[in-house]
């Protein structure tokens, strides 16, 4: 078979080939992205989906307008404004088949082959992949804890003159940084300067430990003037309500937004009806709350506990900054004392020892970092972090 050249460009995600191995008996898996199944609010899902049959069955079954179903654009207008992003209209937003198809569309709408864009160095595998796809050419920004170096990304665009920027400036995958208030300001500022499109990817948002992140880059636009006429919002429900729905969002100018919405015909025709009328019930009923208060609370002490048991188990031979939110742990092995640095040799051992994560060279665009690791503390309880992470400490 003559496959298409762009395919050249891509590889299997490396993630997806290590979920291969999890199928061994015991295994404790610090690998993936995912939220706690335990955690979904199944009896509030099921009463939204009994509210979407019985109150609109006919518009929750048939096909629906690509830019998604209106009582669902119209609640995740509130929601939005509920965050401080208070002039998003139903209007301005097209309803996707997750976060990821949102990405997906903004490679299609925006890339054409060789066009340089810049991520966060390291950023989500699967973006790198997907603006590959297109035939971009994937130019890392580095970063610190307080998220992507503002004036080094300035001086990136200045030098490239990226197509856009793609970020994910709060509790990032994988690096779990969040990005200061001074240096969402001053990305906004740039955007408006150099007219170069921002892309805002907030899956992670809703997800903070104590004290609540700096506002979006969205809500914060209405301080900068012109800076919205230069940003992307994509938004997510998988994080926070269900994986399983499906459902995201994107917010983007008008011209943006129809070019989306018209590639999205030729993809999905729209994202799942059914999906979204239960997603609108939900968020209808009010209950997003009460459950992000509980998944807050139970991620915040899984968070404590994998920092803590790092630097009982591992001591000096890792390095990271204790997450504020999110899901994800971001670490450095520093070889001390003679231990392990690189840390792909560290995963096959850790496997062997019925441990698994992700090491963190396959998030770099460019230059990775062999000694960089991704721990996500989502899906294991309290003693299953402190089993795997003293599995973790015998492998290293």
């Not at 903004?106 to 992949?129: S, Y």
């Not at 992700?358 to 089993?387: M, Q, W, Y």
Request: glycine share 10%.
């Amino acid at each position: 078979m003559q496959f298409a050249d762009r395919l050249n460009n891509v590889e299997t995600s490396a993630i997806r080939e290590l979920f291969k191995l999890l199928g061994k008996p015991g295994i404790i898996s610090f690998a993936g992205g995912f939220p706690d199944s335990a955690m979904f609010d199944v009896d509030g899902i099921r009463e939204a989906v009994n509210l979407a049959l019985s109150e609109e069955a006919g518009g929750a079954l048939q096909y629906g307008a690509t830019e998604g179903y209106n009582p669902l654009r119209e609640q995740l207008a509130a929601f939005m404004a509920s965050k401080g992003a208070k002039d998003v209209t139903p209007e301005g937003l097209i309803v996707t088949t997750g976060s990821q198809q949102a990405l997906d569309l903004i490679g299609k709408t925006l890339i054409n082959p060789g066009d340089k864009v810049i991520v966060e160095g390291p950023t989500f595998l699967a973006t790198i992949q997907c603006f590959r796809l297109y035939g971009a050419q994937v130019i890392a920004a580095p970063i610190d804890a307080q998220g992507v170096k503002a004036d080094a990304l300035e001086q990136l665009v200045a030098e490239h003159k990226p197509k856009f920027v793609y970020l994910i400036p709060t509790f990032g995958n994988p690096s779990g940084a969040t990005l200061s208030l001074a240096r969402r300001k001053q990305v906004l500022e740039m955007a408006v300067r150099t007219q170069t499109v921002v892309i805002e990817d907030d899956p992670y948002g809703d997800l903070y430990f104590g004290e609540a992140p700096p506002p979006s880059l969205l809500a914060l636009s209405s301080q900068v003037p012109g800076s919205r006429d230069w940003l992307v919002h994509c938004g997510s429900l998988s994080k926070v309500l269900s994986p399983g729905l499906r459902v995201g969002w994107m917010i983007a100018p008008p011209e943006l937004l129809a070019k989306a919405t018209m590639c999205k015909q030729f993809s999905d025709a729209h994202t799942s009806t059914f999906a979204q009328a239960t997603a609108a019930q939900y968020l209808k009923a009010g209950r997003m709350p009460a459950t992000l208060a509980h998944v807050r609370q139970v991620y915040a002490e899984r968070a404590r506990v994998m920092g803590e048991s790092l630097k009982r188990e591992l001591g000096d031979a890792i390095e990271f900054t204790q997450p504020g939110g999110g899901l994800f742990f971001w670490a450095r092995l520093t070889g001390a004392n003679g231990k392990l640095k690189d840390a792909g040799e560290l995963a096959k051992r850790a496997i062997d020892k019925g441990v698994a994560f992700v090491p963190g060279a396959p998030f770099f665009a460019s230059n990775p970092d062999h000694a960089t690791l991704r721990l996500s503390f989502a899906t294991a309880d309290v003693a299953k972090i402190e089993e795997g992470v003293g599995r973790l400490g015998q492998a290293i």
